[in-house]
């Protein structure tokens, strides 16, 4: 039964229209002139999370960038006409930043949608400030790296929040050296404050976002969308094959230790061992061979591993497969090899009281379309991995046409965005209604 009383399809219609315009403008907002790109702690960073913080204070938001450069809004808890401060506060959001070459969705919809959910549930005060009708307070967050874009490790935005950063994590470089601290600081946050963006799960009801399935499930299946059951595990590594750089023209096949060869067999046996699994995914995204000359031998080829499962244990298997193989693969050609492990992040699974808020709040918003909505299992990553350390976390994924994504073409209508809209609200109205 919808509750989302006395909002016109209009209203949802004009909440979609903007989402779809400030993704756009979102878009602008790009370390390269032609791709979108926007890593953890960049000038592009500080930029969104200002467009934020203004959409935020336009409707009424509290606003505070934290410890570790996530952008918040909170609106307080209204009771008799006055705000109640320091209710635990149910958490909307997703992320702002982006891959390499990114589209203009992943993330950046479930934040903006989630600005128009608080648009759609806000109420004035007695003096004209605005607050929730509801037994929690409202937050949205706009995580600040969940993709891992610039320092190989992912959700540290989310990892700050959740309380659960490392600080050997601080020695991570990025593609030009520069290490996690110093980013801290020449971005103006400080290092050693990083432990007050946490929070303790009593501020907390839970934590409910909205994004694009980034997969052709929904697609196929002719619907808009979706109740998320778990959230991958996943784990990367940095693999370095060790071998010897001599003369291309000089050394015969019987002397070379080539050590791109290698890497390119390990690159083979990563997908022939994960597609022989099921919901396994190893992916090997980068490869580069040094000294990287067309005359040379490779002596030393670096490669990525990201590998994610729907089981921590089958996924931690499957690596140590991997391990044999590439003992086997390396042994045979005489070379050496070793691995760094980047980032790891259990499999998350969606609480089942927000599961059922979402599947609720997706049946008010279409009534009759089906006797249940679609359930999901997210092999892509989000903030929720991490936040569910602190927190319940619930997902409500939305159709992407193609599942094309983590590329320029990704895409979501902004008819599917309405439905979303309105379906988020319902749940959050749903939650509250559990709750009240
Ligand atoms: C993030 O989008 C990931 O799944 O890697
Ligand atoms: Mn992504
Ligand atoms: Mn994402």
Not at 427 to 435: E, I, N, W
Request: contains cysteine.
């Amino acid at each position: 039964m919808p509750l989302l009383t006395g909002v016109t399809p209009d209203r949802v219609a004009a909440a979609a229209r903007r989402v779809m315009a400030r993704c756009d403008e979102l878009a602008r907002v790009s370390a390269s002139s032609n791709g979108i790109e926007r890593i953890y702690l960049s000038p592009e960073h500080a930029r969104v999370n200002r467009l934020a913080a203004e959409w935020m204070r336009e409707l009424g938001m509290r606003t505070r960038q934290d410890a570790a450069g996530n952008q918040l809004g909170r609106l307080e808890r209204l009771v008799g006409g006055g705000l109640e401060p320091a209710a635990p506060a149910l958490m909307l959001g997703s992320h702002l930043d982006t891959v390499r070459d990114a589209g203009r969705f992943d993330g950046i919809v479930g934040v903006l949608m989630a600005l128009e959910v608080a648009r759609l549930l806000r109420a004035p005060t007695d003096d004209d400030r605005y607050g929730v009708p509801l037994p929690f307070a409202l937050e949205v967050v706009a995580f600040s790296d969940e993709e891992g874009a610039r320092f190989g490790k992912a959700l540290l935005g989310s990892s700050a929040v959740a309380g659960i950063w490392d600080d050997d994590w601080w020695a991570l470089t990025d593609a030009e050296g520069t290490t996690l601290r110093q980013a801290f600081l020449e971005f103006g946050l400080d290092p050693a404050r990083i432990g007050e963006a946490a929070r303790r799960p009593a501020e907390l009801v839970g934590y409910l976002e909205a994004h694009i399935e980034q997969g052709p499930e929904l697609h196929r299946r002719g619907e808009a969308l979706a109740v998320v059951t778990s959230i991958a595990a996943a784990r990367r590594f940095q693999l370095v094959v060790e071998g010897e750089s001599r003369h291309a023209g000089g050394t015969p096949y019987d002397m070379r230790r080539d050590a791109l060869l290698g890497a390119s067999e390990a690159a083979l046996a990563v997908e022939r061992i994960c597609a022989a699994e099921h919901h396994i995914i190893g992916t090997v995204g980068q490869l580069e061979a040094f000294p990287g000359a067309v005359n040379i031998v490779p002596g030393e080829a670096r490669l990525s591993l990201d590998l994610r499962g729907e089981l921590d244990g089958e996924r931690d298997r499957v690596w140590d497969e991997i391990s044999r193989e590439l003992d086997v693969i390396m042994g045979r050609r005489h070379l050496r090899w070793h691995s760094r492990e980047v980032h790891n992040a259990p499999a998350v699974m969606c609480a089942p009281l927000l599961q059922d808020v979402v599947r609720e709040g997706i049946l008010s918003t279409l009534p009759g379309a089906m006797d249940e909505p679609t359930t999901l299992f997210s092999p892509a990553g989000h903030d929720g991995m991490s936040i569910g350390a602190v927190t319940d976390v619930g997902m409500l994924f939305l159709r992407n046409p193609d599942g094309i994504s983590h590329h320029p073409d990704e895409s979501v209508s902004g008819a599917d965005v309405a439905l979303g809209i309105r379906a988020l609200a319902e749940s959050v109205l749903q939650l509250a209604a559990d709750r009240a």
